[in-house]
């Protein structure tokens, strides 16, 4: 059993940047792929970016491909998303989400992958 916990979120201008937080409880998590998606008002929860467990492989949505970066620290149970050069499109609800692999350079992209999820963090991006 997992338990995500997400914090960072806020309100920033266009342009400006953010760094989400993810705290997990649990057991071997370094074992836990981690994923980040978000879910804007009256739109389908999409992919963000995700992180295998040994932090070396990573995948970011391709239209957040160099403004987005995602990390962990395995000591500390934490995974992070840095959000830079943000933009109103960017504004939504970020869930941090988690699932068990035995392969540590595994990273999914897909929502139904990931059994273990945040209550979300929300983010407001001003023009």
């Known amino acids: 059993q997992v338990q995500l916990v997400e914090s960072g979120g806020g309100l920033v201008q266009a342009g400006g940047s953010l760094r989400l937080a993810c705290a997990a409880s649990?057991?071997?998590?370094?074992?836990?792929?981690l994923g980040w998606f978000r879910q804007a008002p009256g739109k389908e929860r999409e992919f963000v970016a995700g992180?295998?467990?040994?932090?070396?492989?990573?995948a970011i949505e391709d239209s957040m491909k160099g403004r987005f970066t995602v990390s962990r620290d395995n000591a500390k149970n934490m995974v992070y998303l840095q959000m830079n050069t943000l933009t109103p499109e960017d504004t939504a609800v970020y869930y941090c989400?988690?699932?068990?692999?035995?392969?540590?350079?595994?990273?999914?992209?897909?929502?139904?992958?990931?059994?273990?999820w945040g209550q979300g963090t929300q983010v407001t991006v001003s023009s």
């Open positions: 992180i295998s467990g040994s932090g070396t492989r990573t």
């Open positions: 649990g057991r071997f998590f370094s074992s836990h792929v």
């Open positions: 989400a988690a699932r068990y692999s035995y392969n540590s350079y595994a990273v999914f992209i897909r929502r139904i992958d990931y059994g273990y």
